[in-house]
């Protein structure tokens, strides 16, 4: 079988063009009626997972940077999925972000981070967002991803506004 300078041409044009469209965003935040550490504390338990979160299923392992976790996803309406990715950045009560790869680099990489910012009145801001990257990205629908992370991110408020009624109440004398 004799490949011609053409198909050469062709076949990397349409990898070129899937390395440049093969880009896509997910991005999700809410506001929770509770200081910036409290919301760290509830999200940043992963051993308490399996009982409130319904899209992390599982997060195991040392969340520091450079280090491998093993995690379990289930997107709204799919079936878990299972991989090790590696963690970039932490930085306590502020920012965790992790990267995951599918095969190798450019195939379907996927750069996950969780931030959380003080808002006046006590309140914070839980932002969720993933960049993908790769060939495979174009033929991949995230929107059952975008559905898991609101998901989360709403039980995630649950939990902490739900604590935050429990705290008994202080008369003053």
Known sequence: MKITMRAVVL???????LLIFGRKEIHTDIVIDA????VWRDFGDFSSYPEWNPFILR???EAAEG?????SIKPSGGKP???????LSKRENRLLSWEGRLLA????TGTHTFRVEPLAGDKTRFIQEESFTGILVPFVDLGPSEEGFKLMNA?????VEGKKEKRP???LP
């Open 11 to 17: 076949i990397l044009a349409a990898v070129v063009m």
């Open 35 to 38: 200081p910036v550490e409290a």
């Open 59 to 61: 997060l195991t392992g």
């Open 67 to 71: 280090k491998r976790i093993s995690v």
């Open 81 to 87: 999925m299972d991989f090790d990715p590696v963690i």
């Open 105 to 108: 680099p450019g195939i379907f």
């Open 155 to 159: 039980e995630l408020k649950k939990r």
């Open 169 to 171: 109440v202080r008369l």
